[in-house]
């Protein structure tokens, strides 16, 4: 099983609203990762979780919060975002975030109104 | 100039064709390479993944690298419309817990 799962597939939220994005993987991964994608880009990365701790944010802005509560999980909280940060979020998982495959979710398609 | 550069197409070829993807990087610290398919709104998909320099086929993919020349392919034998998507390459790059993406190039198969 190579699976990654997400939470919800879309969203749409308005420049007030607190909401949380959520990613799942049983394979025993020990790195994580958030993503954001617009439109005809490639994934731009956003966070790594690696062995549950935080080892990369890509001068990601505050209103973006990651967390991961065990190996399995990975949450992303949204707190006051602006149209501009409507895209796909894609969440992936390595064995060891060096060397080995990464497998992604389907997404979450969001958009901020 | 980019790490990774990849032509983001399209690429527009009849069904039934061989199709070559490409990119190429500039650091030689980049080790371990995948390719990934992307249909519209959808996740990348993981079609393959190579370390050594050399071919690995897999059904009608067959990835190619060439770490001399900093080169790496992708090939797509009877293409099918289903086919249509965009294509990452995506590579690990030695000190960096990250990958490094190309552009995408869009393919559309004709029927």
């Known amino acids: 099983d190579t699976e990654v799962t997400q939470t919800p597939k879309h969203l749409v939220m308005g420049m007030t609203n607190k909401k949380s994005l959520k990613c799942e993987q049983h394979?025993?991964?020990?790195?994580m990762y958030w993503y954001k994608q617009k439109a005809k880009k490639p994934p731009e990365l956003m966070f790594v979780?690696?062995?549950?701790?935080?080892?990369i944010n890509e001068s990601v802005p505050s209103r973006f919060s990651p967390e991961c509560p065990n190996s399995s999980l990975l949450n992303l909280h949204l707190h006051a975002l602006q149209p501009e940060d409507s895209a796909l979020y894609l969440c992936?998982?390595?064995?060891?975030?060096?060397?080995?495959?990464?497998?992604f979710g389907q997404g979450t398609r969001l958009t901020v109104v | 100039q980019k790490e990774v550069e990849q032509d983001p197409g399209p690429l527009s070829v009849p069904e039934g064709a061989i199709v070559s993807l490409n990119c190429t990087y500039s650091?030689?610290?980049?080790?371990?390479f995948m390719w990934y398919r992307q249909y519209s709104r959808k996740g990348p998909e993981l079609l393959m993944y190579?370390?050594?320099?050399g071919n690995k086929e897999d059904g009608r993919f067959t990835a190619q690298v060439d770490k001399s020349s900093k080169y790496i392919s992708l090939f797509i034998r009877d293409s099918q419309p289903s086919d249509s998507a965009t294509y990452l390459c995506?590579?690990?790059?030695?000190?960096?817990?990250?990958?490094?993406f190309g552009s995408g190039t869009r393919l559309q198969v004709q029927p």
């Open positions: 992936a998982s390595s064995q060891d975030g060096t060397r080995t495959e990464a497998f």
């Open positions: 979780y690696s062995y549950e701790k935080l080892s």
């Open positions: 995506a590579m690990w790059r030695t000190g960096r817990r990250a990958l490094t």
């Open positions: 394979m025993g991964h020990r790195a």
């Open positions: 190579t370390y050594s320099s």
């Open positions: 650091n030689s610290a980049f080790q371990y």
